[in-house]
Nanobody, 115 residues
């Protein structure tokens, strides 16, 4: 079994920054790619960014140039640095990974961008 624990969310003003973390623990095999998703109530969960074990990254067009995804493979931890946050960034952010042929999700962390 694998547990993903996300942290770092909160309330921030437009234009501000937050850093999310997601720590994986348990029976972890090689994790090729790790993901950040976000979801607004009543809407689908959307991919924000992902990163391979080698550090190759992909971003949603809406966050390119403002968000940076990174990982610490030794600590099995995923990060999301969010800068120049906009009101539309308000959502619950989830980390996601697949290991040992099974899919795991973090519990979600709320990010609210508001003045």
């Amino acid at each position: 079994q694998v547990q993903l624990v996300g942290s770092g969310g909160g309330l921030v003003q437009p234009g501000g920054s937050l850093r999310l973390s997601c720590a994986a623990s348990g029976s972890i095999f090689s994790i090729n790619r790790m993901y950040w998703y976000r979801q607004v109530p009543g809407k689908q969960r959307d991919l924000v960014a992902d990163i391979s074990i080698a550090g190759t990254t992909n971003y949603a067009d809406s966050v390119k140039g403002r968000f940076t995804v990174s990982r610490d493979n030794a600590k099995n931890t995923l990060y999301l640095e969010m800068n120049s946050l906009k009101a539309e960034g308000t959502a619950i952010y989830y980390c996601h990974m697949i290991t040992g042929g099974r899919s795991y999700w973090g519990q979600g962390t709320q990010v609210t961008v508001s003045s």
